[in-house]
């Protein structure tokens, strides 16, 4: 059974409560009971979204270790992928790093193996013929000369798999 968690956009869903009680705390004289008070309710919300993304992590896992045998991941160079400030939000926000840990160790004990391979060129690289086809973000098509034509992201899975079993 796939867990029940589609999107993991719990910063997103939270952000008009987190905004509302940041502004209680600001407004409060700091040190006082009502700033604790509000300063407590902030960071139960913070620990609240915190939870959800490790509860979404922690299913994804188990899913993934109780269905494969063989996982791969992209070794991201998430600290890099943060300094763009339109996507670090919804970056720092899916908790990538925690997926892969978690799987990392529920795999071990498990007696399964996690991959972390390059990332480097697996949605350009053709995973049929191997050649390099250039193509912005906004192109969700992977379209090769060889006629191969597939979903970008299955491409890019494809080629993720091949470098984690090193067939390519």
């Not at 502004?23 to 409060?28: A, C, K, N």
């Not at 400030?85 to 795999?107: C, E, N, P």
């Amino acid at each position: 059974m796939r867990p029940n968690v589609v999107t993991t956009r719990y910063l997103r869903k939270s952000e008009r409560m987190l905004k509302w009680l940041q502004r209680m705390v600001s407004r409060r004289k700091k040190g006082s009971h009502r700033w604790r008070k509000a300063a407590l309710m902030l960071a139960k919300c913070h620990e609240y979204i915190a939870n959800q993304r490790k509860d979404a992590a922690h299913k994804i896992s188990r899913y993934l270790v109780n269905n494969y045998d063989w996982i791969a991941f992209e070794d991201l160079n998430i600290r890099g992928m943060v300094k763009n400030h339109r996507l670090a939000k919804s970056i720092a926000d899916a908790g990538w790093r925690m997926l892969v840990q978690f799987t990392a160790y529920k795999a071990e004990w498990a007696g399964k193996q996690v991959m972390e391979v390059d990332p480097r060129h697996t949605s350009q690289v053709c995973s049929k013929c191997g050649q390099i086809v250039k193509k912005t973000l906004k192109e969700r098509t992977h379209c090769c000369s060889c006629g191969y034509v597939a979903d970008r992201d299955i491409n890019a899975a494809r080629n993720i798999l091949h470098r984690a079993m090193g067939t390519s």
